[in-house]
């Protein structure tokens, strides 16, 4: 059974940074590509950023230059490090495979709130 625990998240004012963890069971972790992905209240799940088997990384527009994704698979773990985190960034975030045509089962998420 895939099971996938994020943590991290937390309050922080703006411009302030925050690194998430997301550690994976049940699966072979290095040969999946993964990534973290966001919801805000009332907006439908967006996918932030994408590390692949080979370490290359993907990110969406808005994150570009703040965000920075890894992963060690030894840990079975892969990291989102925020920095000049910004209101607009405030949201539940996950991780999952990246932009799959399956996904594992989501899990609980952690709460990311950018706020003065």
């Known amino acids: 059974q895939v099971q996938l625990v994020e943590s991290g998240g937390g309050l922080v004012q703006p411009g302030g940074s925050l690194r998430l963890s997301c550690t994976a069971s049940g699966i072979i972790f290095s040969t999946h590509n993964l990534g973290w992905y966001r919801q805000a209240p009332g907006k439908q799940r967006e996918a932030v950023a994408g590390i692949t088997t080979s370490s290359n990384t993907n990110y969406t527009d808005s994150v570009k230059g703040r965000f920075t994704i890894s992963r060690d698979n030894t840990k079975n773990t892969v990291y989102l490090q925020m920095n000049s985190l910004k209101p607009e960034d405030t949201a539940v975030y996950y991780c999952?495979?990246?932009?799959?045509?399956?996904?594992?089962?989501w899990g609980q998420g952690t709460q990311v709130t950018v706020s003065s």
């Open positions: 999952n495979r990246w932009r799959a045509g399956r996904y594992f089962q």
